[in-house]
């Protein structure tokens, strides 16, 4: 019972540890990688229960009820549906063990706790994270700017003084245009895949 009081205090219950790409093959997040869709795992953090594996397309939470147990829960997220932001990195005092990678993905929280000797590989994927957080959020506002063009585009038409048929013929031609138009910004700013910001941040 002291012992685990001990451990709790000084951050030592469950303190993650950075898996090299040497041995991804090795953990049950890699097996759960669309590799077959060039899906790649750019950074692993392995606890006593859980492993967190950062991927090109994905988030994938292997989470396990405890560290006796081998009942595992996959949780997969795509960057496509879920975003992150509120990115912190809190490092360690004088007497902790361990340092906390913090961040928000859609409506799901995650506290990480990482060994405080590896500080410079969390500092990357920090500087990834809140990369990617800040290019998505941009990349939502430009988006919705698209969309508020489009709509003031066809309320100007509708209070336009023409004639019905031209009406409906210049509705049809820009509700057209539109949803091509949409479909390119969309593909442009909609991003799925953030192995590039990876790969710049990331040295494993």
Known sequence: MLKKIAAD???????????????????????????????????????????????NIAFIHVDGENATSSKRTLK?????????????????????????????????????????????KLKDLYKALMFIAEQTYENEVILNMANQSLDKAV????????DQTNIAEQYKQITEFGFSWLTSIREKYHEKDYGAIFEKYINN
């Open 9 to 55: 205090a000084l951050g030592l219950s469950d303190i993650g540890k950075i898996i090299g790409p040497a041995d991804y093959d090795k953990t049950d997040a890699d097996d759960y990688v669309r590799h077959e869709d060039n899906e790649k795992i750019y950074f692993l953090i392995k606890t006593k229960s859980d492993e967190y594996c950062f991927t």
């Open 155 to 162: 309320s100007v038409l509708q209070n336009s003084r023409t």
């Open 76 to 120: 997969r997220f795509p960057y496509s549906q879920f975003k992150f932001s509120n990115v912190f990195l809190e490092t360690a005092g004088r007497i902790d063990m361990d340092i906390e990678i913090k961040f928000t993905l859609g409506n799901n929280s995650y506290s990480i706790d990482v060994h405080k000797d590896e500080i410079e």
